[in-house]
């Protein structure tokens, strides 16, 4: 069955940091997969975008590397902050058609 | 300013009543969906909508109805079909072949 798994456990990390965080995907083989910010209460919003031909993409604090092989993407926040404090969801298109499967989101915690 | 508006931002609903939910995108975008979230899940597939007149069922499609008259428009009908109707609700929109996808602020729907 396909399955996209991320890690259960928040992240607690010391503020200053860099926090990374593991998207695992099986049976799919996306074009593309998305990662997006959710906090508490609060719709999703879309961060970053990597395709299966780049390996690394960045925007700001963030990196997003994507490894066809191991099915697996990273996602990197550097010089963490209080506010990056969220759930951090990742999101993959299997069958090219725009509908968006989730992974069940990462909580990071930041602490001061 | 563009976005997805989402209402009411808390619904309460009694057991065997249905109950519609609002979503409304001034984005100009085609393409619009319905998301359900529970605690420690994933977001799942509800339907979806690629044009006007015309949607489809997504994962969880039983207990749910929806209609698309207008571009800018998505309403969401739980039925009392839905057998575990308490949960957070998420419309989203994107571009045709996005892939980004643009997120209400949800509908927190509460079975009393």
């Known amino acids: 069955s396909q399955k996209i798994e991320q890690n259960s456990e928040a992240l607690n990390i010391q503020e200053g940091k860099t926090a990374t965080l593991t998207c695992n995907y099986t049976?799919?083989?996306?074009?593309?997969l998305q990662w997006y910010r959710q906090d508490p209460g609060r719709g999703p919003v879309f961060l970053l975008l990597?395709?299966?031909?780049?390996k690394e993409k960045r925007k700001e604090r963030l990196k997003v590397t994507f490894d066809t092989t191991l099915k697996q993407s990273l996602f990197h926040i550097t010089a963490s902050q209080p506010a990056d404090s969220a759930t951090y969801l990742c999101?993959?298109?299997?069958?090219?058609?725009?509908?968006?499967?989730f992974g069940k989101g990462n909580q990071v915690v930041v602490i001061p | 300013d563009g976005g997805i508006t989402q209402s009411p931002k808390y619904l309460f609903r009694k057991e065997g009543q249905n109950v519609t939910l609002s979503c409304e995108q001034n984005?100009?975008?085609?393409?619009m969906y319905w998301y359900r979230q529970d605690p420690g899940q994933g977001l799942r597939l509800i339907y979806y909508?690629?044009?006007?007149?015309?949607?489809q069922k997504g994962d969880i499609a039983e207990g749910y109805s929806v209609s698309r008259e207008k571009k800018e428009s998505f309403p969401l009908t739980v039925t009392s079909a839905q057998k575990n109707p308490t949960a957070f609700y998420l419309c989203?929109?994107?571009?045709?072949?996005?892939?980004?996808?643009?997120f209400g602020q949800g509908t927190r729907l509460t079975v009393v």
């Open positions: 989203a929109s994107s571009r045709d072949r996005g892939p980004e996808a643009f």
């Open positions: 049976n799919y083989s996306p074009a593309y």
């Open positions: 990597i395709r299966e031909n780049e």
């Open positions: 999101a993959l298109d299997p069958r090219g058609n725009n509908r968006l499967a």
């Open positions: 984005l100009n975008h085609d393409a």
């Open positions: 909508s690629q044009i006007v007149n015309d949607f």
